[in-house]
């Protein structure tokens, strides 16, 4: 894929994503809340992750979706069921969260690195399920995502990284380390695809050993999996339409009067009239403000927050 068809694409998609967490967040549906969308992402080292889920958001305001990233257990979580530290980053209807890494580490890591015993690691495949179901049925929208990339792939990644003085610090000696055990990560992604992959929360691979081709498909699929979610219940969902979502777009640029630029200020090229104009209308901005909230008794602004 060349750079000028990635950024094209991405560019649609984006917008598309936009529109759609506006509309599940009840912007622009009179406060209609939509369902939860839970996207989940896994894969191999240095698949591209990070850089998908960048992509992923970019559009979209950081108030309005929560990225939780999970590493090892801490010694007050591994206290606990393996399952309760997600618990909290979980999205309420109108909401988005992405888990850069997950409960499936049970039956990955923990697996293949005896950190968790073969009765324990056997069980979780059907508590996973169990987990999953009741967050589905519930109105919970679980989009899951195992980024895959060749062992030939990584390897060369893992050599760019390695001498590229502004990325090295990404290598570590578990990297390297985790390589020699392809074999049984692979046994253990294959049984996780195919035992925790059911109608109301399935797995999406998605092929990122060219990460531009990566980077699409990701978010082409989060739109898929977000639309049948939101059309399964009831929100109606509209048709990608290129003029629809520029509107949308444009509808979030900057409306106040001191972000407008006058356009006789813009045809003088004379800043002393800009600071005038941006300090009267702030003024009278701050003015009509102040005495809305005093009339009302309220904030004229409340209730324009999206929960993330």
Not at 62 to 76: L, M, Q, S
Not at 136 to 161: D, N, P, T
Not at 239 to 254: N, P
Request: glycine share 8%; proline share 5%.
């Amino acid at each position: 894929m060349s750079k000028d068809e990635e950024a094209k694409r991405l560019h649609k998609a984006q917008l598309r994503v936009l529109h759609l967490r506006l509309i599940n967040g009840g912007q622009l549906t009179g406060g209609k809340l939509g369902p939860p969308i839970c996207i989940v992402f896994e894969g191999w080292d240095a698949a591209g992750k990070g850089g998908a889920i960048k992509r992923l958001v970019e559009s979209l305001d950081p108030r309005h979706v929560h990225i939780a990233p999970f590493a090892a257990p801490t010694p007050d979580e591994l206290r606990h069921h393996f399952l309760w530290r997600f618990w909290p980053p979980l999205p309420g209807w109108g909401g988005m969260t992405i888990f850069d890494r997950s409960w499936y580490g049970r039956v990955l890591v923990e697996r293949v690195e005896n950190l968790a015993t073969q009765v324990q690691w056997l069980r979780a495949y059907d508590e996973i399920n169990d987990f999953e179901h009741s967050l589905a049925e519930e109105g919970m929208v679980v989009i899951k995502l195992w980024m895959h990339l060749s062992h030939e792939e990584q390897l060369r990644r893992f050599e760019r990284r390695r001498d590229d003085p502004l990325k090295s610090w990404k290598l570590t000696e578990e990297d390297w380390r985790n390589r020699e055990k392809r074999p049984q990560y692979n046994d253990a992604v294959s049984d996780m695809l195919r035992l925790t992959s059911g109608p109301l929360a399935p797995w999406d691979v998605i092929s990122s050993e060219n990460k531009r081709n990566g980077r699409v498909e990701v978010i082409e699929t989060v739109i898929r999996r977000m639309e049948e979610g939101m059309a399964r219940w009831g929100i109606e969902v509209p048709s990608a339409d290129d003029e629809e979502e520029e509107r949308t777009q444009a509808a979030l640029a900057f409306d106040d009067a001191e972000f407008q630029l006058d356009p006789e200020v813009e045809s003088d090229g004379g800043d002393g009239g800009a600071d005038a104009k941006s300090e009267q209308g702030a003024d009278a901005k701050s003015e009509q403000g102040a005495n809305a909230k005093s009339e009302n008794g309220a904030d004229p602004t409340a209730g324009l927050r999206l929960e993330a």
